[in-house]
């Protein structure tokens, strides 16, 4: 080794100098807190989008024809036992299907795979169509070439607003290839980089 750090496929160094900074608008103790406002939906996607998030999508059968759909809003859940959660839009005509099935899969896409997070982001077209898949353990469509898979079985759905939250159980899961995660921020795609000197997260949530 020569010291030198490998690089990673889609991580790209950035000058964090270029960032314009926000301003500061202090409250000071003593003074009345502000009144709540009501937040409209463009403020909300406005701020929530400084939020960077990783893209999946969401596999399942129905019958004998592969499903799916574009989807940000995923997160891991519980280490014990292995849970994980989506929430998708109550509006989405992949929902009911994957809630029948009763199972799920999770592919995790790498920062090569714009043109696949687009093509399960698009309505009235076969989503699989030219697509390389085979079926996880649990039957579910792994997407050829994602970062990683995690296979599911649905445990609760929960009404939440316009979303339903669907939380499952996490039967089988592996990483298909090292690369770097397609991330989603204000927008747009986004470049991940890596942080010198930075370590795991401590486990205090």
């Known amino acids: 080794m020569n010291g030198r750090r490998r690089a990673v496929p889609g991580f790209e160094r950035a000058d964090v100098r270029d960032a314009a900074p926000l301003p500061f608008r202090p409250h000071h103790r003593g003074e009345p807190a ?6 409209g939906s463009g403020e909300f996607r406005e701020v929530l989008g400084n939020f960077a998030t990783g893209v999946t999508v969401i596999t399942a059968l129905d019958g004998p024809t592969p499903i799916g759909f574009t989807c940000q809003a995923f997160t891991s859940l519980s280490l014990d036992p292995p849970m994980v959660s989506f929430s998708v ?3 989405s005509s992949s929902r009911p299907r994957i809630l ?4 799920f899969c999770v592919n995790v896409l790498a920062f090569d795979q714009h043109a696949l997070c687009a093509r399960f982001a ?3 077209v076969d989503r699989f ?4 898949w085979w079926r996880s353990p649990g039957g579910c469509p792994v997407l050829d070439g994602s970062l990683a898979w995690i296979d599911c079985t649905v445990e609760a759905e929960y009404p939440a607003g316009d979303h339903t939250i669907v939380v499952g159980n996490v039967h089988a899961l ?3 290839r090292e690369a770097a995660p397609l991330v989603y921020h204000r927008g747009a795609f986004a470049n991940c980089f890596p942080v010198a000197g930075n370590g795991a997260l401590p486990r205090v949530c």
Do not use: C, H, K, N
């Open 174 to 176: 592996a990483v298909q």
């Open 34 to 39: 502000p009144e709540p406002q009501e937040v």
């Open 122 to 124: 698009t309505r009235g």
């Open 89 to 91: 839009s109550r509006a």
């Open 129 to 132: 169509l030219g697509i390389d």
């Open 100 to 103: 029948a099935a009763g199972r």
